[in-house]
C-alpha cells in the first residue's frame, strides 16, 4: 500500500509540473526609442485547477529561451543578462533589462522543452510592447503581430496586443498548432488578481471555432494571461511516452488606449 501511495504522488507531481506554464510580462507596453524595458520571465501554477495568476518557483533555465523580437527580425538573446529576484534558491522569477534601439512593435518570446517524469513538456510564451508612438515606423517581418513565430504551440493575436487594447475592446487570437489551426480547443483568458471557477469558466474560458480563433472582452484595465494546453498521447520518444505542449500571451490592458495613429487601422497596425 505504501508502494501504491509512493507511485500515485509521483505521478501526481509530475502531471502538475507539465501543467504549470511559463509566461513572460513587461514593465510597460509602451516606451521610448532609447529607454529601457525589465522584461520578466515567469512560472505559475495556473495551469492546474487553481487555474490563477500566482507564482511557482523559478525554472531552470537549461533549455529555455528568452529573445527580444524586434521589428527588423533581429534577435536579441537576454538568457546570458538575467537575474533572480528572491533570496531564496528556486524562488521567485527571472528578469531582465532590455535597452531599445529600434522603433515600432517588439515581441518578446520564450521557448522551454524538457522533460517531466514521463512527459515531455514543450512550452512557449510571448508578450509585446511598442517603442516609440508609432508602431508601424519601422517596417519588417515582425511589424504585424499577427504573423506566427513558428513556436509547435503558439496562440497569435488578431488583435494588437498594445494599440488595439483596452477595456471593451476584444482580444482575438488565434491557436496554432505545427503551424495550422487549432479547433475545439479551449482558451483560458485568466485576469491578474482572479481565479477562476473549476471545469469551465464561462466568463474566462472559449472554444476555438474551425479557424482555431476565440476572443474574449476584458471590461477593466488589467493584465491578461491568455493561456492554452494541448496533449498529444502517443507521441512518445526517448524517456518520454507523451507530449504536453502550452503556450502563453500576456496582454496589458490599459484603462487608457493607445493613441491613434494617423493611417493604422485593425489591418495595418497588425
Not at 124 to 148: E, H, I, Q, W
Not at 204 to 228: C, S
Request: net charge negative; aromatic share 6%.
Amino acid at each position: 500500500m505504501k508502494s501504491l501511495t509512493t507511485v500515485a504522488l509521483l505521478s501526481l507531481t509530475v502531471s502538475s509540473a507539465a501543467a504549470h506554464d511559463t509566461w513572460v510580462e513587461v514593465n510597460t507596453p509602451e516606451v521610448r526609442e532609447g529607454n529601457i524595458v525589465h522584461v520578466d520571465l515567469k512560472l505559475g501554477n495556473h495551469g492546474n485547477d487553481h487555474r490563477d495568476f500566482k507564482l511557482h518557483s523559478l525554472i531552470t533555465l537549461d533549455h529555455a529561451t528568452l529573445n527580444v523580437n524586434m521589428p527588423c527580425g533581429c534577435e536579441v538573446d537576454l538568457k546570458p543578462n538575467v537575474i533572480g529576484t528572491a533570496y531564496e534558491e528556486k524562488q521567485g522569477y527571472w528578469t531582465a533589462r532590455y535597452t531599445t534601439t529600434k522603433p515600432g512593435l517588439h515581441v518578446v518570446s520564450h521557448e522551454l522543452d524538457t522533460l517531466h517524469g514521463k512527459i515531455r513538456a514543450i512550452k512557449s510564451a510571448k508578450t509585446y510592447f511598442v517603442v516609440g508612438p508609432n508602431p508601424t515606423a519601422t517596417k519588417g517581418p515582425l511589424m504585424r503581430c499577427d504573423r506566427p513565430l513558428g513556436h509547435p504551440l503558439e496562440l497569435v493575436p488578431l488583435t494588437n496586443p498594445v494599440t488595439e487594447s483596452g477595456p471593451n475592446k476584444p482580444i482575438r487570437v488565434r491557436v496554432l498548432f505545427e503551424r495550422q489551426p487549432l479547433a475545439n480547443a479551449r482558451v483560458t483568458f485568466i485576469p491578474r488578481g482572479q481565479q477562476l471557477a473549476e471545469g469551465f469558466d464561462e466568463t474566462h474560458e472559449r472554444m476555438t471555432d474551425a479557424k482555431g480563433e476565440a476572443e474574449f472582452t476584458p471590461t477593466e484595465a488589467n493584465v491578461i494571461l491568455v493561456v492554452i494546453h494541448h496533449r498529444e498521447p502517443e507521441r512518445s520518444g526517448d524517456g518520454y511516452d507523451s507530449t504536453a505542449y502550452s503556450a502563453t500571451l500576456t496582454v496589458a490592458v490599459p484603462q487608457v488606449p493607445f493613441p491613434p495613429v494617423a493611417g493604422n487601422s485593425a489591418a495595418t497596425a497588425r
